[in-house]
Nanobody, 123 residues
Framework: QVQLVESGGGLVQAGGSLRLSCAAS????????MGWFRQAPGKERDFVAA????????TYADSVKGRFTISRDNAKNTVYLQMNSLKPEDTAVYYC????????????????WGQGTQVTVSS
């Protein structure tokens, strides 16, 4: 059974930083592409960032490019999202997701999802 568990969310002032973690109970974690998505109240779930199975390539939504960094540690079965220069519009529930498909930006391309962690950025 695949399980993804996010952590690291919280309340931070605008301009601050947070690092999210996603621990995966996947025996073959190093085969999976990993992504981060977010969903603000009343809005659809949006793509944030994704990383290849080896960690060699990444892709980002334009809204976070230059501020967020996705990384992974395959020895620890964990993917991270370092978020700097946070803005109030970054407030959302952040989800990690796993895919065997590829470096996708669509929710439908991901097979497994975590329960999410709340990030709130105050102005």
């Amino acid at each position: 059974q695949v399980q993804l568990v996010e952590s690291g969310g919280g309340l931070v002032q605008a301009g601050g930083s947070l690092r999210l973690s996603c621990a995966a109970s996947i025996r073959t974690f190093s085969r999976y592409y990993m992504g981060w998505f977010r969903q603000a109240p009343g809005k659809e779930r949006d793509f944030v960032a994704a990383i290849t199975s080896s960690g060699g390539s990444t892709t980002y939504a334009d809204s976070v490019k230059g501020r967020f960094t996705i990384s992974r540690d395959n020895a620890k079965n964990t993917v991270y999202l370092q978020m700097n220069s946070l803005k109030p519009e970054d407030t959302a529930v952040y989800y990690c997701a796993a895919s065997l498909y590829g470096l996708g930006s669509r929710s439908s391309e991901y097979d497994y999802w975590g329960q999410g962690t709340q990030v709130t950025v105050s102005s």
